[in-house]
Structure formats: structure tokens, C-alpha cells
């Protein structure tokens, strides 16, 4: 998965200095990051109503243009892939998990990371401590 997201965000990359006209990548790119940011917010509203409607394909289908839209607004951003997957790794340090950490504990864990004793494990609508 990643090499698909290293290859879609090198495209994007490949894109940047196209003629807009022909390149719906390069056009993006010069409208700017508050229309990349429309698109992608676009896209993931799509997406979650595909999945109340339950419709698995197009679920499928607006991800990948939400990936898509993400990876233009990395490339305006110079944000790399890389630099999210670190993110990742670093928060599956703090929970053992790579889970999004809760508002109280991503304060605690700036303030007083030693404070964390154990990770905290999503579980549907409950959050639970892991066991040690």
C-alpha cells in the first residue's frame, strides 16, 4: 500500500509543472491550498455517505479521490509520505496501536510523555487501557 501512495504522490509530484489545461493535477495545484482543501474535504463527505448508504464500491471508488486529493495537498504542503508514516510509527509507540490519539492523553503525552503507563486501545465506541 504505501508503494501505491509513494507512486500516486511522485505523480502528483510529475504534474505540478504541466499546462493546466491538460493536467487536472497542475490545475489543482495553482488554484491553490483552500480549493485543495475544498476537494479533499469533498471527497471524505463522499466517501462517509457511500458508507451509510452501504455501497462498498462506491466507498472504493471516492477513496481512492480522496487519496488522490490528499496527495495534491501533501505535494502543495511539501509534506511527504514519509513524514506521515513517521507520524504513524511515533503515535504506535505512545498506544501501541497506530490510533489517533484522544485530545487528554495527546495533551499529556506533549506535556508529560512518562506519564502515559499504558496504551489505549479503540475498541468501536469504548476506549480501553491494554493490559501490560
Not at 38 to 51: N, P, T
Not at 84 to 93: H, I, Q, T
Not at 105 to 120: D, F, G, H
Amino acid at each position: 500500500m504505501t508503494d501505491s501512495i509513494e507512486r500516486l504522490y511522485r505523480a502528483v509530484l510529475a504534474a505540478r509543472d504541466l499546462d493546466p489545461a491538460r493536467s487536472r493535477t497542475a490545475k489543482l495545484i495553482r488554484q491553490g491550498a483552500p480549493k485543495m482543501a475544498k476537494k479533499l474535504a469533498e471527497e471524505a463527505i463522499e466517501v462517509a455517505i457511500d458508507a451509510v448508504n452501504g455501497d462498498a464500491q462506491a466507498v472504493v471508488r471516492e477513496s481512492a479521490d480522496l487519496m488522490y486529493n490528499l496527495a495534491v495537498l501533501w505535494a502543495e504542503l511539501d509534506i511527504r509520505p514519509e513524514d506521515v508514516w513517521r507520524e504513524m510509527d511515533r503515535r504506535e509507540l505512545l498506544l501501541g496501536i497506530a490510533e489517533k490519539l484522544p485530545k487528554a492523553e495527546m495533551k499529556l503525552a506533549k506535556a508529560a510523555p512518562e506519564r502515559l503507563s499504558r496504551p489505549i486501545v479503540a475498541l468501536g465506541e469504548r476506549t480501553i487501557r491494554k493490559r501490560n
